[in-house]
């Protein structure tokens, strides 16, 4: 009972006596009786003042706050010492409750990591989980003990620069990717020094964004919303996710921030989530802007009553909740709600006990972080093309261009904050560390250039190469929050030199630096191999000359679909096959006869311009050694009851020439529902390791629940009927591997 309290440590004892005590206590476990305990006893302003989340300002400011009980929690604060000063004001002063320091920590603190996309293209949800936990390791270091990821909104449509954060288009690899980051965050245990709060967001359906335009409204009808965005938030709740953040996106014309339904009704009532929400960026203010709210006061009231716990940086909460109570139109209980909501988490990360950073300044860059992350990019590394270019073989003379090849800043990608260009390995100084004899020669200096005079001078050095490395792509600020695009071609006069290079007759490697699937389309034809790495991080450079040079075989697959133009979007594998589907990928346009007959050219969802399908598909990706499936069979043909598990079982064997990895994936289709279906859908993936010649028996299970949808009246349900199974090694059907059929009774 009570003694569970004084053991948690004097701080809260301080807090419970500073308090009062009094309040109900619930009978509840140890946390719910300090919980209560604590916020029971508060006085209104001190409950409001933990859902008050401040941004940096001068530190008398945010001692004064701290001291006062209304710093909740602060973001962007990164100098300890004034972070020091601020957590001993809180403390030391009534209700003495820590205050919860955060700061974005999306792919890396110090040791950068490549973009969570990326992370995702490997394909590997441990190597996400241990990416997020070293981040975490080296933000804690500096007292941060929350971050806002992981990012888990879908995106289809990559002109929204944002696509850069999340896990590319697909829900259950976004639900898989997005579980293992908050595992890799929160670790076992949220109260160890080293674990930090992690943060779903942005719920929800941010990346529907019309147009791809960042910050615009969305669209997503009920249903889309339950078998589509949603899904990889329940994951991360099902996770333990600690908390949440509210979209800045109105869906259908309620701004999340302001959304009950989401907010309370699913993500507390159905999903039984009891850490807390906070506001994106002043998105409680700008519900005025939306028009959803008359002032900051009415924006306040909706907020908390749509079940938004703490406001991040607009004070809305700080200036109008205490009003808002005197006149009836918010309930305190409300308020105490959102404070226990708050406090749990603060309980939960041991706060109370240790409110000051332990872990020792020595984990920033440490090596084995550094070879995690060097891991990591030779991971998310997708090889598109490669007509025998690679791997680099009787190569000793290196031309090495493009604006990327020496863009530390650049490849770490953006959210980017506290990691250091100083630390990035660029592929010019990982080639020369090689011992390559590499010659270099930029052509451009950064990714929109499209000053062609040092073309020349690139001509002249591929004269003397065995073989010339181009890395394109993007800098960083084009992708990322707000940085939206609606050309999606490689910037400046990169497909111009890319021409250049194809002219010398020399071998072209292609390398692609970016936020997002770029329409290359027309660079293809100029290269001999193209090697897709996203943004890489810090140790991009390494893992760049270990995959050319063979030493590491790409493996990487797609976790979004490259359009062949912006034209085409949204493009994507999982979509319906409407009443009449395209097939083929013939461009017909330019073989249109004159006076072609009306329906000479068919009648089907296709683009004359464009063909059907994307440049290369979700799930896509080549390897310098081939794979052989065979033995394949599955545990029956017909199953009942959502506890019932579909097992495909197959042996995978190297036949080729080098180590590799292949990513089995398990695509189903529901051929008939009560409402369309997609075509099919990824519900299971097995990234199988294997040296030359080996072989593996592999077996992907798969829950009949994860066949369920939300049908006409937004119930789950398992319907009845036939589905079609695929083991395949992208979502294309050309690389379908092997395909049943079986019945739900
Ligand atoms: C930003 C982003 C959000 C981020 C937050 C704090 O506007 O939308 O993803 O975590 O503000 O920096």
């Given at each position: 009972?009570?003694?569970?309290?004084?053991?948690?440590?004097?701080?809260?004892?301080?807090?419970?006596?500073?308090?009062?005590?009094?309040?109900?206590?619930?009978?509840?476990?140890?946390?719910?009786?300090?919980?209560?305990?604590?916020?029971?006893?508060?006085?209104?302003?001190?409950?409001?003042?933990?859902?008050?989340?401040?941004?940096?300002?001068?530190?008398?400011?945010?001692?004064?706050?701290?001291?006062?009980?209304?710093?909740?929690?602060?973001?962007?604060?990164?100098?300890?010492?004034?972070?020091?000063?601020?957590?001993?004001?809180?403390?030391?002063?009534?209700?003495?409750?820590?205050?919860?320091?955060?700061?974005?920590?999306?792919?890396?603190?110090?040791?950068?990591?490549?973009?969570?996309?990326?992370?995702?293209?490997?394909?590997?949800p441990e190597l996400v989980r241990q990416g997020s936990e070293i981040s975490?390791?080296?933000?804690?270091?500096?007292?941060?003990?929350?971050?806002?990821?992981?990012?888990?909104?879908?995106?289809?449509?990559?002109?929204?620069?944002?696509?850069?954060?999340?896990?590319?288009?697909?829900?259950?690899?976004?639900?898989?990717?997005?579980?293992?980051?908050?595992?890799?965050?929160?670790?076992?245990?949220?109260?160890?020094?080293?674990?930090?709060?992690?943060?779903?967001?942005?719920?929800?359906?941010y990346g529907a964004a019309t147009a791809g335009r960042d910050y615009n409204s969305t669209f997503i009808p009920m249903r889309l919303l339950r078998n589509v965005y949603l899904p990889p938030f329940r994951a991360a709740a099902q996770a333990g996710c600690a908390t949440y953040m509210s979209s800045f996106n109105d869906n259908d014309g309620v701004p999340s921030t302001g959304n009950k339904l989401i907010l309370t009704d699913i993500l507390r009532n159905e999903w039984k989530f009891d850490g807390f929400v906070v506001s994106d960026w002043f998105s409680v203010g700008e519900m005025i802007n939306h028009g959803f709210a008359a002032d900051m006061k009415d924006a306040a009231e909706k907020a908390i009553n749509a079940g938004l716990d703490m406001d991040m940086v607009a004070n809305a909460y700080k200036d109008y909740l205490e009003t808002l109570v005197s006149e009836g139109k918010v309930s305190e209980s409300k308020i105490t709600e959102a404070c226990k909501n708050v406090v749990r988490i603060k309980y939960r990360l041991g706060l109370f006990q240790n409110p000051y950073p332990t872990v020792s300044q020595d984990v920033k860059y440490a090596p084995e972080h550094l070879e995690a992350a060097l891991h990591a990019a030779e991971q998310s590394a997708v090889m598109l093309k490669n007509n025998g270019a690679l791997p680099l073989k009787n190569v000793k003379k290196i031309l090495l261009c493009g604006p990327m090849a020496d863009a530390p800043h650049d490849q770490l990608g953006t959210?980017?904050?506290?990691?250091?260009?100083?630390?990035?390995?660029?592929?010019?100084?990982?080639?020369?560390?090689?011992?390559?004899?590499?010659?270099?020669?930029?052509?451009?200096?950064?990714?929109?250039?499209?000053?062609?005079?040092?073309?020349?001078?690139?001509?002249?050095?591929?004269?003397?190469?065995?073989?010339?490395?181009?890395?394109?792509?993007?800098?960083?600020?084009?992708?990322?929050?707000?940085?939206?695009?609606?050309?999606?071609?490689?910037?400046?006069?990169?497909?111009?030199?890319?021409?250049?290079?194809?002219?010398?007759?020399?071998?072209?490697?292609?390398?692609?630096?970016?936020?997002?699937?770029?329409?290359?389309?027309?660079?293809?034809?100029?290269?001999d191999a193209i090697l897709y790495m996203f943004h890489p991080g810090t140790m991009g450079g390494n893992a760049l000359v270990n995959l050319v040079a063979g030493k590491v075989t790409p493996s990487g697959k797609l976790p979004a679909s490259f359009p062949k133009n912006a034209g085409q979007i949204p493009v994507y594998y999982n979509q319906n096959n409407t009443g009449r589907p395209a097939s083929g990928n013939e461009i017909l346009l330019d073989d249109i006869p004159a006076e072609a007959g009306q329906t000479s050219l068919g009648c089907t969802s296709y683009m004359l311009d464009t063909g059907f399908g994307p440049l290369y598909p979700f799930g896509y990706g080549l390897s310098y050694t081939e794979f052989a499936f065979s033995d394949f069979s599955v545990n029956k043909t017909e199953f009942s009851g959502e506890n019932d598990e579909i097992k495909v079982s197959f042996t995978i064997k190297n036949t080729g020439n080098y180590e590799g990895a292949e990513v089995a994936q398990l695509y189903v289709r529901d051929l008939v529902g009560s409402i369309t279906r997609p075509i099919k859908e990824l519900k299971g993936f097995k990234k199988v390791y294997l040296q030359k010649g080996e072989q593996q028996n592999v077996e992907i299970t798969v829950p009949l629940s994860s066949l369920k949808f939300y049908g006409l009246d937004d119930k789950e349900i398992l319907e009845k009927g036939e589905f079609e199974v695929w083991i395949a090694t992208s979502s294309a059907n050309e690389d379908i591997k092997w395909k049943t059929k079986i019945t739900v009774k």
């Open positions: 009972m009570i003694k569970d309290i004084i053991k948690l440590a004097p701080i809260a004892l301080l807090a419970l006596s500073a308090c009062g005590g009094g309040g109900t206590v619930n009978n509840g476990n140890a946390e719910d009786r300090f919980v209560d305990s604590v916020v029971n006893s508060l006085s209104l302003k001190h409950k409001i003042g933990q859902l008050n989340q401040v941004t940096a300002v001068g530190v008398e400011e945010m001692e004064k706050l701290a001291a006062e009980g209304m710093m909740g929690s602060i973001l962007n604060e990164t100098n300890l010492d004034n972070l020091h000063r601020i957590q001993k004001a809180a403390v030391d002063n009534p209700p003495h409750i820590p205050v919860l320091i955060s700061r974005d920590v999306i792919h890396g603190y110090k040791t950068i990591f490549p973009i969570p996309l990326g992370q995702a293209a490997s394909f590997d975490a390791i080296e933000a804690a270091s500096d007292g941060i003990r929350w971050t806002f990821a992981p990012m888990l909104d879908i995106a289809r449509d990559p002109r929204w620069g944002r696509i850069a954060e999340g896990y590319g288009e697909d829900a259950y690899l976004t639900s898989v990717m997005g579980a293992a980051a908050v595992k890799g965050y929160q670790g076992d245990d949220l109260s160890k020094e080293t674990s930090i709060a992690a943060c779903a967001k942005h719920f929800v359906g959210w980017v904050f506290d990691g250091e260009k100083s630390h990035t390995i660029t592929p010019l100084a990982a080639f020369k560390e090689a011992g390559y004899d590499v010659t270099y020669v930029a052509g451009l200096t950064y990714s929109r250039d499209s000053n062609t005079s040092k073309f020349a001078e690139v001509t002249r050095a591929a004269k003397s190469a065995d073989a010339i490395i181009f890395v394109g792509g993007e800098e960083s600020i084009l992708s990322g929050e707000a940085h939206c695009l609606s050309n999606l071609n490689l910037q400046g006069a990169q497909s111009e030199l890319l021409e250049t290079l194809k002219k010398t007759g020399k071998p072209v490697v292609a390398v692609i630096m970016a936020g997002r699937p770029l329409t290359i389309t027309d660079d293809i034809k100029n290269t």
